[in-house]
Nanobody, 120 residues
Framework: QVQLVESGGGLVQAGGSLRLSCAAS????????MGWFRQAPGKEREFVAT??????IYADSVKGRFSISRDNVKSTVYLQMNSLKPEDTATYYC???????????????WGQGTQVTVSS
């Protein structure tokens, strides 16, 4: 079983930055895909970014502003969020799965979420 724990959320002014972290523990596979999703109140959970060994993929809404990276030694995935907008306000979830995908159903492991609030 894989456990994922997000951290780094908080309150930030529009235009500011935050870095989210997702620490993985347990029997993580040698080759896997990590992703970030977010969910605002009253809305569906949506894809933000995903990463595998050959790089990252981003939603159009965050492309150029967010950057996903990973530290295999620490078993941690990061989401650097720059130029934050009020519409980025959501609970952000880390997920792990066997294949690269923008679909929530492709990920079998999920963290508890961390709140990001961007004020204007």
């Amino acid at each position: 079983q894989v456990q994922l724990v997000e951290s780094g959320g908080g309150l930030v002014q529009a235009g500011g930055s935050l870095r989210l972290s997702c620490a993985a523990s347990g029997r993580t596979p040698g080759r896997y895909v990590m992703g970030w999703f977010r969910q605002a109140p009253g809305k569906e959970r949506e894809f933000v970014a995903t990463i595998s060994w050959n790089g990252g993929i981003y939603a159009d809404s965050v492309k150029g502003r967010f950057s996903i990276s990973r530290d295999n030694v620490k078993s941690t995935v990061y989401l650097q969020m720059n130029s934050l907008k009020p519409e980025d306000t959501a609970t952000y979830y880390c997920a792990a799965g066997p294949t690269t995908s923008r679909d929530t159903t492709a990920y079998g492991y999920w963290g508890q979420g961390t709140q990001v609030t961007v004020s204007s």
